[in-house]
């Protein structure tokens, strides 16, 4: 376990890188946060210890990588100066791709139109020094034109590495291409031109350095990868340029297996007694050296059967040797060599294709930084979100916000604001940019997997959603099954109601009668008989207990009384 005087020495360290500008604030704060983490846990319990030790670990990891700069190299990089003007050009180079520079003058310089141009000059300055070099002999009329170009292109070059100067400032002299643009410029033109000439003075012997200038058409291979046409042509160079290590291992091991060869063939064939005094033995094979150059062509396939029919006539292990000296240089070693080039083109290729994506990724960010400014411009209510009616006033109003939609190739603004918007009908103004930021950027597999992800929710939801309108559906169509059954006993009822009523209707007299207790008797049971049906069995018997109470009642008053009524009474008793 690593001490607390350790842990803050390191931390010390990191903000230290901090201020010096090799460490970000985002990498500092988390190296700090695990060290606050530990700081606040508990240390009695072994758990606690283990995780504080893992924390100072890694924080210790970090802080190792940091100390490895103090390396004798990097000390002496570091005495003269060197390490503390490439700290200075990496802030310098932060600070500019973070401001958003709107000067006329800085994105002519900086474009690719510009670039362009100046390709097309010193294209043209190359092929002024072809036709100059293959000239034998020049006459006062060519060699005046001569200099007319001279100077035109000197003033051209010169115009261009002052505006580049002003674009960048003082960074631009501590880039390596700049200086040694500076110093072809000053030796092949402005010495030779402004300075030798007007002073009379043969620039003889520095004109054959204008070849130089030939050696700035590297600088087009930068203009020519960002143009998808010419992007085979980019891979070539990038091959050619790439494969200088393996090249060099190429030649080493080539070398070591040729010079081990010729030793061979010169002690088997030049020291030979049957072909020691061949001549072809004595032209290709009498010393090393010789022999490396001829094993050298061999392995090139140049007319290698001259060599060896003649000789493997004399000596069979000549053409032996010979032979497997092809097998192994050309079938085996150079095939191999292919195959690594061809693996490293592509390897090239798809890191090229990430630094395409990367420096387009950088474009994005910068046009939608400055699209988001004029957002905050166009935020007329100052809240810091954007309403549609805001929205498109800005989007048709501002031909600046126009120009970057265009430049992010966004063709329909409403269909954007439905895109960012999520149903609130404001827009947060760095919801905005984010949102302008992934849509014009490159689409990735993880914006794939969320947006598969999201719709694989919306889906379930989706799904749960139906289950339920399903489940309802059911219900529903249950419900109204016992409504249906509910209605019909419910009408029966009052069917059996009615007929109730009709019975008991016709049983009352319609006039004053006096009947007799046998009589009375007599039409009760008549009643119950009718009346029992609809009341069932158990209302039935009290029915009939009650109309028998009412019988003996009767008889003892001698006489009931019935009230009958109208004829009117009975139609509107009579529901049906």
Same mark, same amino acid.
């Given at each position: ?25 985002? =990498? ?55 390490? /503390? ?9 932060? *600070?500019?791709? =973070? ?29 002024? @020094? ?30 261009? &590495? ?9 960074? /631009? ?15 092949? +033109? ?14 003889? &012997? ?21 143009? #998808?046409?010419? #992007? ?28 081990? /060869? ?17 001549? !072809? ?33 004399? +000596? ?5 040797? @010979?032979?497997?000296? @092809? ?21 090239? $290729? ?28 166009? !935020? ?21 916000? $126009? ?13 954007? /604001?439905?895109l960012i918007d999520l149903g609130t009908g404001s827009i947060e103004v760095d919801q905005f940019a984010q949102g302008l930021r992934i849509i014009a950027g490159e689409v990735k597999a993880k914006d794939l997997f969320t947006i598969n992800r999201r719709v694989g929710n919306a889906l379930r939801r989706l799904q749960a959603a139906v289950y339920e309108m399903e489940r309802q559906a059911a219900v529903a169509d249950q419900m109204q099954e016992d409504i249906h059954e509910v209605t019909r006993q419910l009408t029966k009822s009052t069917t059996n109601l009615v007929n109730f009523m009709r019975n008991v209707h *016709? ?53 009931? +009384? ?15």
């Amino acid at each position: 376990m690593h001490s607390h005087e350790e842990i803050a020495q390191a931390v010390a360290e990191v903000d230290l890188r901090v201020k010096t500008g090799w460490l970000s604030k985002e =990498e500092a704060h988390k190296l700090k946060t695990l060290l606050k983490m530990g700081q606040t846990i508990e240390r009695s319990t072994d758990k606690a210890s283990q995780f504080w030790t893992h924390n100072a670990d890694v924080l210790l990891k970090q802080y190792l990588l940091l100390r490895e700069e103090n390396t004798p190299w990097k000390k002496f990089l570091t005495a003269i100066g060197y390490t /503390w003007l490439q700290r200075q050009l990496k802030e310098a180079d932060a *600070r500019k791709n =973070e401001e958003v520079n709107t000067s006329l003058f800085v994105h002519v310089v900086e474009s690719d139109y510009f670039e362009s141009a100046m390709g097309l000059v010193m294209l043209a300055n190359a092929i002024m @020094i072809g036709f100059q070099v293959s000239s034998t002999e020049e006459d006062e009329s060519s060699a005046e034109l001569y200099a007319i170009l001279d100077f035109v292109f000197t003033v051209i070059f010169v115009v261009e &590495l002052v505006l580049r100067y002003c674009c960048e400032g003082w960074r /631009w002299w501590f880039r390596g291409s700049n200086i040694f643009d500076v110093v072809v410029v000053l030796a092949t +033109n402005v010495i030779p031109v402004w300075i030798l000439v007007p002073l009379g003075i043969d620039p003889a &012997l520095i004109r054959p350095f204008a070849v130089l200038r030939l050696f700035r058409l590297v600088k087009l291979m930068k203009l020519i990868r960002k143009y #998808r046409s010419l #992007r085979t042509l980019w891979n070539l160079f990038q091959g050619v340029l790439g494969s200088g290590k393996i090249l060099l291992y190429t030649v080493l091991v080539m070398g070591t297996t040729l010079f081990i /060869w010729s030793v061979l063939a010169v002690v088997l064939i030049g020291q030979d007694p049957r072909t020691k005094d061949h001549p !072809d033995v004595i032209l290709y094979f009498s010393n090393v050296p010789d022999a490396v150059f001829t094993l050298f062509q061999i392995v090139t396939l140049d007319s290698w059967s001259a060599i060896a029919r003649p000789i493997g006539a004399l +000596n069979p292990l000549a053409a032996l040797l @010979i032979g497997m000296n @092809i097998v192994i240089v050309e079938i085996c070693l150079l095939n191999l060599v292919t195959a690594t080039i061809v693996n490293a083109a592509f390897q090239r $290729q798809q890191d090229d294709h990430e630094m395409v994506a990367q420096e387009q990724k950088i474009k994005s960010d910068r046009l939608i930084e400055e699209v988001r400014t004029l957002f905050m411009e166009m !935020d007329k209510s100052g809240t810091g979100s954007l309403n549609y009616e805001e929205y498109l006033d800005a989007v048709s109003e501002n031909p600046q916000i $126009q120009t970057k939609f265009t430049t992010l190739e966004i063709e329909d603004a409403e269909e954007l /604001w439905e895109l960012i918007d999520l149903g609130t009908g404001s827009i947060e103004v760095d919801q905005f940019a984010q949102g302008l930021r992934i849509i014009a950027g490159e689409v990735k597999a993880k914006d794939l997997f969320t947006i598969n992800r999201r719709v694989g929710n919306a889906l379930r939801r989706l799904q749960a959603a139906v289950y339920e309108m399903e489940r309802q559906a059911a219900v529903a169509d249950q419900m109204q099954e016992d409504i249906h059954e509910v209605t019909r006993q419910l009408t029966k009822s009052t069917t059996n109601l009615v007929n109730f009523m009709r019975n008991v209707h *016709r049983c009352i007299p319609r006039g004053r009668v006096l009947l007799r207790p046998d009589k009375a008797d007599e039409k009760r049971g008549e009643i119950f008989e009718k009346v029992k049906p609809l009341l069932g069995t158990n209302m039935g018997e009290v029915s009939r207990l009650f109309f028998s109470n009412r019988g003996k009642r009767a008889a003892q008053k001698q006489h009931v +009384n019935l009230i009958g009524t109208s004829r009117k009474q009975e139609n509107d008793i009579d529901l049906e």
